[in-house]
């Protein structure tokens, strides 16, 4: 990675982080959400993972998904600075594109 895309890429979760403790998060655990969002991100541009999280109705989720065919429906590769406070994936359950709250993300683990 280069100078400069890390830079990039510490700011993007720099602000995620700001986000987070304006909805009441202390700063340590919106900055650990945020680098996890992020490590989700880059794994599921090549890769399927399972994600934790509540829905905005509070029942739990738990889903396997993936980025690898954003850039082909979307026209344009996924860019983490568009991230503010939704998170797109495609649900392989459900078999189409979702969205999360960053505030209700718990944790996600790669499949290997």
């Known amino acids: 990675m280069t100078k400069e895309k890390r830079l990039i890429a510490t700011n993007k979760t720099e602000e995620e982080r700001d986000r987070l403790t304006e909805k009441g998060?202390?700063?340590?655990?919106a900055e650990r959400i945020a680098e996890k969002v992020k490590s989700l991100a880059d794994y599921m541009q090549?890769?399927?993972?399972?994600?934790?999280?509540?829905?905005?109705?509070?029942s739990f989720q738990l889903v396997t998904g993936?980025?690898?065919?954003?850039?082909?429906?979307?026209?344009?590769?996924y860019d983490m600075k568009q991230v503010h406070s939704t998170f797109i994936f495609w649900c392989m359950e459900e078999k189409g594109w979702r969205t999360f709250q960053i505030e209700n993300f718990l944790d996600w683990k790669p499949i290997v």
Do not use: M, P, V
């Open 25 to 29: 998060y202390s700063e340590t655990i």
């Open 66 to 77: 993936t980025l690898i065919s954003y850039s082909k429906d979307f026209h344009h590769s």
């Open 46 to 58: 090549y890769g399927h993972a399972i994600i934790a999280y509540y829905r905005q109705n509070g």
